[in-house]
């Protein structure tokens, strides 16, 4: 019988070829992450001042939510999708750092559906305006606010408003990214709209499809069981959000997202933060004064 040659050493060098190239591209990944922080809850105090010298002195305030979303999705995906954009947001802009997400937003729970926790919107207002204060107190000079929640857009424009005007004599700018949620939202319900399919509000196709294709795993954040409920009777999204009807059974779902996926949440998230991150440019762009005479 003819033998086999003996190849186990071979074997193991291949193996151990590999295992080196594994290790130093996730030493080159961590590296990576480690030079370029830009999460404000992931940094120290040392490292936040030195990337503020450095040119990182525009803070992103990002507002999430927590509401009930549909038998399918968990309640905090406000909350943690706006932390995933608002991260890829100071990344794509180079001079940025993000800011704590605020998990709590304009809204009302009530105990058929358990596991909203609102607040008031001149709260949110209060809050957001403090926070801005605190970050332009810690060296920033430009603070842009954004929300993932449809409710409480208009009060973090006055927010916005109102602080720039206080502070732009100092040279420090305080705006509001409204592309961040309403331009973004309305391409993104034209984009699923052109596949054939039904573009929906809260809990829907968009929610539902962007938290699945940020979840760190299956079923981490959308429960693929019970996709097959994720239905309900509005279909449209509308701004303000219309009224729930307090006479009709809910699930927490306006819209459909049945039909959820993580390709058409890439989608929704890749417009999210593209848009976002051209208004913030286009907005902190210093205007050129007008020459003499002209």
């Not at 990337?51 to 525009?58: D, E, F, P, S, W």
């Not at 109102?162 to 949620?181: S, T």
């Not at 997202?257 to 440019?281: M, N, P, W």
């Amino acid at each position: 019988m003819r033998k086999i040659p003996f190849m186990l050493p071979r074997v193991w060098a291949v193996g151990a070829i590999l295992a080196v190239t594994a290790l130093s591209l996730h030493g080159q990944a961590k590296q990576a992450a480690t030079t370029d922080r830009v999460d404000l809850e992931l940094m120290t105090a040392n490292e936040v001042k030195d990337a503020i010298a450095q040119g990182k002195t525009t803070a992103l305030v990002f507002n999430g939510g927590t509401e009930t979303r549909g038998p399918q999705a968990v309640n905090g995906g406000h909350t943690l999708v706006a932390h995933a954009k608002a991260v890829a947001i100071a990344h794509e802009l180079g001079n940025a750092i993000a800011a704590p997400v605020l998990p709590f937003s304009p809204n009302n729970a009530f105990p058929e559906l358990p596991g909203t926790i609102g607040i008031t919107v001149d709260t949110y207002k209060e809050i957001n305006k403090e926070v801005a204060e605190q970050l332009i107190r810690n060296g920033f000079k430009n603070v842009v606010i954004m929300g993932d929640h449809g409710g409480g857009q208009k009060q973090l424009g006055e927010v916005a408003a109102e602080l720039d005007a206080k502070y732009a004599g100092h040279g420090i700018r305080v705006v509001y990214c409204e592309d961040a949620y309403k331009k973004s939202n309305d391409d993104y319900d034209k984009w699923i709209a052109s596949k054939g399919l039904s573009p929906g509000g809260h809990a829907s196709i968009n929610d539902t499809s962007e938290m699945m294709y940020l979840e760190p795993a299956p079923n981490a954040w959308v429960r693929r069981d019970k996709l097959p409920d994720a239905v309900g009777k509005q279909r449209v999204r509308t701004s303000p959000p219309t009224p729930r009807d307090p006479t009709q059974p809910t699930n927490g779902v306006s819209g459909d997202g049945r039909l959820s996926t993580a390709e058409i949440g890439k989608y929704g998230y890749d417009i999210h933060v593209s848009e976002a991150v051209a208004q913030i440019r286009q907005l902190l762009t210093p205007v050129t004064p007008a020459a003499p005479g002209k």
